[in-house]
């Protein structure tokens, strides 16, 4: 059956449906995530055992069936410090990604919405930020300030900011130009509510895949930190930590540290590929 035009009655809505269908990757990229945050809520209880649990007079070895991943060189089950290691790899980039989202979507709204002497302020801040060497700053600021990984998130918000901001503001400059925009003001509806009842919906897409951005970044940059001793005290369960701690061992277990590295690259990628997925998604629904 076909209309009037000679097209297919059913094309349009098969077309919609096989554009909004998960693809391989994004149900892939979408388990793994889920799987790592379960193992970060529980990953403590299902872990075969105590991650802090040494023996060392077993020392390094090679994975077996008492230990799947083998151990490190204090005789520590490898495979269960991964699992307990999810908690701090992924919870600290969720904090960052979330100060970074909340502060980053309300100061580019404020600063493309009102415009003015406030923009002019913002973006010189803004332009500082991002002139400024991002990583070597954050190893700077951490070191003076006594390392920690609460001074290492905080640090990290702050410079993950900037760029977002600028992002924001680009947009909502953008849509305060629309119609929608001029009918609300002319409506008399206050700028707080048009710019986060009205304006932030539809810059939504781009503000979800910068949040995953963000958690990617925030993932790798504290992983990093914690290999060069700067982020979580030694010990902890942890992947970054895992890495450094293990790297002498590449001959007698290199699981050790491969594993860990591989589930950083795994976290990292997987967010990368859901975050391009939902900003699809997301710009089709708007």
């Known amino acids: 059956m076909t209309a009037v035009s000679g097209t297919p009655l059913f094309g349009g809505r098969v077309a919609r449906l096989r554009r909004t269908r998960p693809g391989f990757l994004t149900v892939a990229s979408a388990v793994v995530l889920a799987l790592m945050a379960l193992a970060a809520i529980g990953g403590t209880w299902i872990a075969p055992y105590d991650p802090a649990a040494q023996d060392v007079a077993l020392g390094a070895t090679m994975?077996?069936?008492?230990?799947?991943?083998?151990?490190?060189?204090?005789?520590?089950?490898?495979?269960?410090?991964?699992?307990?290691?999810?908690?701090?790899?992924?919870?600290?980039?969720?904090?960052?990604?979330?100060?970074?989202?909340?502060?980053?979507?309300?100061?580019?709204?404020?600063?493309?919405?009102?415009?003015?002497?406030?923009?002019a302020i913002m973006m010189r801040i803004v332009d500082l930020l991002i002139a400024l060497p991002g990583m070597l700053v954050l190893i700077v600021l951490v070191g003076v300030l006594g390392g920690g990984i609460g001074w290492a998130v905080l640090a990290l918000a702050v410079l993950f900011t900037p760029g977002d901001i600028r992002v924001?503001?680009?947009?909502?400059?953008?849509q305060r130009e629309l119609a929608y925009a001029e009918a609300a003001r002319t409506l008399g509806l206050r700028p707080a509510r048009i710019m986060f009842r009205h304006l932030l919906p539809n810059i939504a897409p781009t503000v979800v895949a910068g949040a995953l951005l963000s958690f990617v970044a925030g993932l790798v940059a504290l992983s990093g930190l914690s290999f060069l001793g700067i982020g979580l005290p030694a010990g902890t369960p942890d992947w970054g930590l895992m890495i450094e701690e293990n790297r002498t061992l590449l001959d007698l277990n290199p699981w050790a540290s491969v594993i860990p590295a591989a589930l950083v690259t795994i976290a990292a990628t997987a967010a990368t590929l859901l975050g391009d997925r939902l900003f699809e998604r997301l710009s089709d629904a708007a």
Not at 68 to 94: E, I, K, N, Q, Y
Not at 168 to 174: I, P
Request: proline content about 3%; charged content about 15%.
């Open 63 to 119: 994975p077996s069936w008492a230990h799947w991943a083998g151990t490190d060189d204090l005789g520590r089950d490898v495979l269960s410090r991964c699992l307990a290691g999810a908690r701090s790899a992924l919870l600290w980039p969720v904090i960052v990604t979330l100060c970074t989202c909340v502060m980053s979507t309300t100061l580019g709204l404020l600063a493309g919405y009102r415009r003015g002497w406030l923009d």
């Open 168 to 174: 924001v503001r680009s947009l909502t400059m953008a």
